[in-house]
């Protein structure tokens, strides 16, 4: 075991590990560490901890100091630098007719680099912008391409939910999520419906996949005939995913009847067993579902 600390950065959801010494430290803390792009600027997400060796990239970098008064408004300052660097560098896109869209400009803490963050739909020769980009700022200027996700990711806002978007306040990677994790949730497979403000599937289908394939998993699908621990068959009408409840068209005679059982009330064919038949239909829909999401710019995929 060996002891960690987690650090965030400002334009990086991802969390990242250093050997925080024996400098005592705190949630909400700010420290300096050096990183692959120079020296940092760093918010403690995660008090020192212990963490065994193989959940850590060795070799591990130490924090170097917190961060003092005079950090947090060099720090500041930096901010303020990089409201003129986005106002200068909007300039010479336009000057140079490129055909990106600028999203963010970052000063690593020592003013060793300037960072622009962008969005475009292919690649962009971008070699004239940073010539004249490094000839204003007189530092080493790197220019990334990002994608939808992380735009979104960087400028934040709020959710179709209302809070705070997920990605934005501690997500710190993205998980694959697709069309199949809505329909698993009984959702709308609407893409549009269950896409975020970035125009993708929303991250949060994610957080209770696992739960709704274990309980549909005993659940049977509607459609399907179904026998009653009080004698009747029926077809299965629709199903209460959470309240494991499945309501069942019953013929009593001349007459239909909708009845509400338990799952446990019920004998039915499980769903791994189920007709190939069905599941190739089942998958054919998904497909095509996935194939318009992509056709309309809604990847499921990371934009890495």
Known sequence: MINVIGI?????????????????????????VETARGVEYGTVVMPPTPMEEKEVTQPLKPVIRKATAEDAEKEKKNREKEKEAFKICKEKIAKHGLEMKLID??????????????????????RELVKDL???????????????????????????CGRPLCCHTYLSDFAPVSIKMAKEQNLSLNPTKISGICGRLMCCLKNEEETYEELNRKLPNPGDSVTTDDGFKG????????????????????????????VSQLKFKSRHRRDKNRDKAEEAELRALEQLEKKDGRSKLDDD
């Open 8 to 32: 965030r950065f400002r334009t990086a959801g991802k969390v990242y590990y250093f050997d925080p010494k024996d400098i005592e430290m705190k949630k909400g803390d700010h420290v300096i």
């Open 134 to 160: 490094a000839s204003i700022f007189r530092t080493r200027i790197e220019l990334r391409q990002i994608g939808v996700r992380d735009e979104t990711k960087i400028l934040g806002g709020i959710g179709f």
């Open 105 to 126: 400009a970052e000063y690593t803490f020592d003013n060793n680099k300037v960072l622009f963050y962008f969005t475009a739909d292919g690649r962009v020769d971008f």
């Open 235 to 262: 077809e299965v009408a629709s199903v209460n995913v959470l309240r494991q409840l499945v309501k069942v068209v019953i013929d009593e005679g001349d007459e239909k009847e909708i009845k509400e059982y338990k």
